[in-house]
């Protein structure tokens, strides 16, 4: 998250950081006890190794009261998704158990109904990914708020040039934006997981490039039925 602030500790209960050999990789968020939704470009530098999920934390090294890594039973990236374009850029880990619910670990909604996020609606993105253009790590989970921008001005030939689908949203970038670290993660509206931040053209803090995050709700079904079926 590239100027942004610290969250208030543990007031993002949904929140996870999936980890390879205990670092930090990319952002996701509970979507019911044994399930975290992330980006399926999470997966392309872990060669086959399955990821670890920390939930309850608000520092990745300090100790904390609710703070568990959890162990993965399955990933299941959206059959649509690869790795030359951002489209279906979705990833669902089954937890190898029932996450432990409690203060610091909670489920977050995810929008249901297909209908955009007006222009101009302030949404916020939280993420343990880059704070600076050099590549800066923190500690300590971060937080940004972002206006929504419309498809068309996202889709302008000076923005994302008609990239943009009616599965994408995105957020006005200048200054304040996601980053490195950050995909997976969700992005909240009014207390709801509109979208799951996309790693897309990979610029910061561009106003050029608008930040793009995978639309929730029009994939509500393959949610669904990859939980119905992994649970039996
Ligand atoms: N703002 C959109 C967005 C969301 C999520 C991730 C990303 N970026 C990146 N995702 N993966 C990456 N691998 C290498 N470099 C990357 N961006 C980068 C790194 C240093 C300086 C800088 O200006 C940009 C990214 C970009």
Redesign the pocket.
């Known amino acids: 998250i590239l100027r942004g602030s610290e969250a208030r500790p543990h007031l993002k209960p949904y929140m996870a950081s999936l980890q390879l050999d205990g670092q930090h990789v990319c952002g996701g968020f509970l979507i019911a006890p044994q399930w975290v939704l992330s980006a399926a470009?999470c997966i392309e530098e872990t060669d086959g190794k399955l990821f670890q999920v920390l939930l309850g934390a608000h520092s990745l090294t300090e100790p904390e009261p609710h703070k568990r890594l959890y162990q993965v039973r399955a990933q299941f990236p959206h059959p649509g998704s690869n790795i030359h374009n951002n489209k279906d850029d979705l990833l669902l880990l089954q937890l190898e158990e029932k996450a432990e619910l409690n203060s610091d670990v909670r489920v977050l909604p995810f929008q249901r109904e297909d209908r955009d996020v007006a222009a101009d609606t302030v949404c916020e993105v939280a993420g343990w990914?880059?704070t600076d253009?050099?590549?800066s790590r923190p500690d300590r989970l971060q937080q940004v708020e972002r206006p929504v921008i419309s498809r068309d001005v996202c889709n302008h030939r000076t923005r994302h040039d008609g990239t943009i689908t009616h599965e994408m949203m995105c957020t006005d970038?200048r200054r304040k934006?996601?980053?490195?670290?950050?995909?997976g993660g969700p992005l909240v509206c009014g207390g709801v997981a509109e979208g799951v931040?996309?790693?897309?053209?990979?610029?910061?803090?561009?106003y050029k490039?608008p930040?793009?995050y995978t639309r929730i709700a029009p994939y509500a079904a393959w949610i669904d039925g990859v939980m119905a079926s992994a649970d039996g």
């Open positions: 470009h990914g880059t253009h050099s590549g970038s934006d996601t980053c490195k670290g950050d995909s931040v996309t790693a897309g053209s990979r610029v910061c803090g561009n490039k930040a793009i």
